[in-house]
């Protein structure tokens, strides 16, 4: 199973937004609403930020959005913050009933 | 409130073989899965595989098939994974985490390093 191809880095300043995008096939991304997306402090454990496309859990900002269309995941983040500069992940289920990440996004507040 | 406690650091010899625990506690253990997941150092997220903590059945990582176990003592509510002949690139932090049947991850350990060196 390969990896979900995520661009290797975005920036943006404090108060815009920014979008990072997932793409995998249509056996995992565009089989399942199933995509999720992590945000990863160094040296911390990854946190769910959405959960099955577009899902927030409870404690986490409206400020983190998610979206699919075909085999194109995407997270939004609006109104950029200090905070958010950390890694992100997405992953999705997949056609074998297993679990595949992307490659990583690492996520620049200027 | 969800808490997934792993063991400590590990070193071993190449060739070797690790168990890394980890044990749960503020929910019923087998009403969810766990999933354990690796991250090289500098690198990303590499699924490891998901066991059911209520019957044991488990799906491996394709690439991990024959050298990877994961299982599971309800008594007291911990899991496990062991990875066997071990090389210099399963150097790692590895993760468990409660898995939802769709897939994703809410509670996380805080993570065990797996340094294997001669």
């Known amino acids: 199973q390969s990896a979900l191809t995520q661009p290797a880095s975005v920036s943006g300043s404090p108060g815009q937004s920014i979008t990072i995008s997932c793409t995998g096939t249509s056996s995992d991304v565009g089989r399942y609403n199933y995509v999720s997306w992590y945000q990863q402090h160094p040296g911390k454990a990854p946190k769910l930020m959405i959960y099955e496309v577009s899902n927030r859990p409870s404690g986490v900002s409206n400020r983190f959005s998610g979206s699919k269309s075909d085999n194109t995941a995407s997270l939004t983040i609006s109104g950029l913050q200090d905070e958010d500069e950390a890694d992100y992940y997405c992953?999705?289920?997949?056609?074998?009933?297993?679990?595949?990440f992307g490659g990583g996004t690492k996520l620049t507040v200027l | 409130q969800v808490q997934l406690v792993q063991s400590g650091a590990e070193v071993k010899k190449p060739g070797a073989s690790v168990k890394v625990s980890c044990k749960a506690s503020?929910?019923?253990?087998?009403?969810?899965?766990i999933s354990w997941v690796r991250q090289a150092p500098g690198q990303g997220l590499e699924w490891l595989g998901w066991?059911?903590?209520?019957?044991?059945?488990?799906n491996y990582a394709q690439n991990l098939q024959g050298r990877v176990t994961m299982t599971t003592d309800t008594s007291t509510s911990t899991a496990y994974m062991e990875l066997t002949s071990l090389r210099s690139d399963d150097t790692a932090v590895y993760y468990c985490?409660?898995?939802?049947?769709?897939?994703?991850?809410?509670?996380w350990g805080q993570g065990t390093l797996v340094t294997v060196s001669s």
């Open positions: 992953s999705t289920y997949t056609s074998s009933s297993s679990v595949v």
């Open positions: 066991i059911s903590a209520s019957n044991g059945v488990t």
């Open positions: 503020g929910y019923t253990f087998t009403t969810y899965g």
């Open positions: 985490a409660r898995a939802f049947s769709s897939g994703w991850y809410a509670y």
